[in-house]
């Protein structure tokens, strides 16, 4: 069932869209609309990653989308984020996958890596003939990754790697895993290394039964004495700065996400309001108490939709600070979870049905709250900003 995408923009910004732009997000659009709607509640329910859309995104350009040459479409920071906005509104485990290869896996090769690392990962990378995760959370250590234990120790020809990474993305999928590691005899120096997956002693143990993202593969990544070259080290990173810099394109990205999750569960609330029929033979978009809901979706999806906008257009004149990030990323994940309950309780029972992409924008956008960062993570972040006082 569920009602047809209308578009969201209360606040006539198209104009402030660059044809280029709406030409990414119509493309896009169609993609989703064709290709992930049809087949998103079956991959929901039987938590299956759809595997076979990964060619198509790779020819659409999906891929490191905002970085230049390697086969890479050299979009925009805002073309970029209308990109993700579009998969989201599909649905957010299919976003988490292109996020985490692009922002979390091409972005470091890109940034941190030697010619070699690029030449050779990049364009495969681009095209999703291989794909990548990225290792930066351990059990013991979630919102405080400076913890970490995992640690890599020069030996002969290359490093020895040993760890636990948990809750990775995409990690039985991958071909490459980006793993952050402290080096022993380095002073414990945060550095990350490109990681083959069918190294011996790497292992990735899927997780099932999770309630959130099941059309997205997450696993944990066991490291026992992995022996990589010399060359696998990312010789530009050195400090938990490196994952951090990685982090602020993914976070980017879920800003504009979270716009699409919640502009899905407006639409499907406000169609439903005006066909659903109680009391008086009227549809329940007559009432006061089902106006003011909606209205507080569309304020909220359209003050998104500018600070995204602006944050996005900072990040293309290099101005942007990590702060502007957080603000973006906390505001808009809070504000569509809000969004998704409020169009829950619209749609009454039918709510809480498959029928719908409600509950399952509901059950997502509980994971996109805690990654990249926790709501409160970000608090304390902008706290800091704020204050210079660091509360974590
Ligand atoms: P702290 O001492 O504050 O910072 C260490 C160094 O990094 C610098 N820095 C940043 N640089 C770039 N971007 C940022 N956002 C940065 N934040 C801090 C900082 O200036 C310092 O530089 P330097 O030169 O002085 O060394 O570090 P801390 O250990 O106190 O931690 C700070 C904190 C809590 C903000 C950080 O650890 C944090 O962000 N924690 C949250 C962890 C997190 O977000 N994990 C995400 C894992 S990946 C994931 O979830 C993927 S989900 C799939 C998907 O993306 O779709
Ligand atoms: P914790 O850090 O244990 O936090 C638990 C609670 O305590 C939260 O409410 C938090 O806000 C609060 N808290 C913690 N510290 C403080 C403090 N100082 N003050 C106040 N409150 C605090 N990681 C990767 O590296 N790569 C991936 O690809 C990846 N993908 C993921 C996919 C999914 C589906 C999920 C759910 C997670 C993924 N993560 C990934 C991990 C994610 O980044 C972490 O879950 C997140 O950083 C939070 O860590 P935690 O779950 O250990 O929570």
């Known amino acids: 069932m569920g009602f047809k995408f209308q578009g969201f923009d209360f606040l006539r910004l198209d104009p402030q869209f660059t044809e280029d732009e709406r030409l990414v997000r119509r493309t896009t659009r169609d993609f989703v609309e064709d290709n992930l709607i049809p087949i998103i509640e079956e991959c929901f329910r039987t938590e299956r990653f759809p595997r076979e859309l990964v060619p198509m995104m790779g020819e659409l350009g999906f891929f490191g989308a905002n970085l230049e040459g390697y086969g890479c479409a050299g ?30 896996v091409m972005y470091p090769i890109y940034t941190f890596g030697s010619d070699e690392q690029k030449n050779s990962w990049l364009p495969a990378l681009a095209t999703g003939e291989k794909l990548g995760c990225f290792g930066l959370t351990e059990p013991g250590f979630g ?32 071909d490459v895993a980006v793993i952050w590691a402290k080096v022993e005899n380095e002073d414990n120096h945060v550095r990350g290394f490109l990681v083959e997956t069918d190294r011996p ?61 919640a502009m899905d569960c407006y639409n499907t609330a406000l169609e439903y309001s005006k066909t659903r029929k109680q009391f008086h033979n009227a549809p329940i978009a007559m009432h006061q108490l089902i106006q003011e809901k909606l209205v507080w979706m569309a304020s ?93």
């Not at 696993?219 to 696998?232: E, F, K, R, W, Y």
């Not at 009454?348 to 059950?363: C, F, L, Q, V, W």
């Open 75 to 104: 979009m925009s920071n805002v073309e970029y984020g209308l990109v993700m906005q579009e998969l989201e509104r599909g649905d957010s485990g299919v976003r988490s996958f292109v996020s985490v290869q692009s922002a979390l």
């Open 143 to 174: 919102s405080n990754p400076g913890g970490m234990t995992t640690t890599a120790r020069r030996s002969g020809d290359g490093y020895t790697l040993n760890g636990e990474k948990m809750w990775i993305t995409s990690g039985n999928i991958a």
């Open 201 to 261: 002693g790497l292992r990735a143990d899927e997780v099932h039964g999770k309630w959130s993202l099941r059309a997205s593969v997450t696993s944990g990544l066991s490291l026992q004495d992995v022996h990589v070259p010399a060359a696998n080290l990312l010789p530009g990173s050195g400090g938990l700065k490196s994952p951090l810099m990685c982090l602020n394109q993914a976070r980017y990205g879920i800003s504009w996400g979270a716009l699409g999750a």
């Open 300 to 392: 909220e999806i359209a003050k998104g939709q500018l600070l995204s906008l602006h944050v996005g257009r900072l990040k293309d004149a290099g101005t942007v600070g990590h702060e502007h990030i957080s603000m973006a990323k906390r505001n808009n994940v809070w504000m569509a979870l809000e969004c998704a309950r409020l169009a829950r309780d619209i749609l009454g029972a039918n709510g809480i049905t498959e029928d719908y992409p409600i509950m399952r924008h509901m059950m997502n956008l509980e994971s996109v709250k805690t990654y990249e960062g926790t709501h409160d993570i970000h608090a304390l972040i902008l706290g800091q900003h704020l204050t210079g006082i660091a509360a974590f």
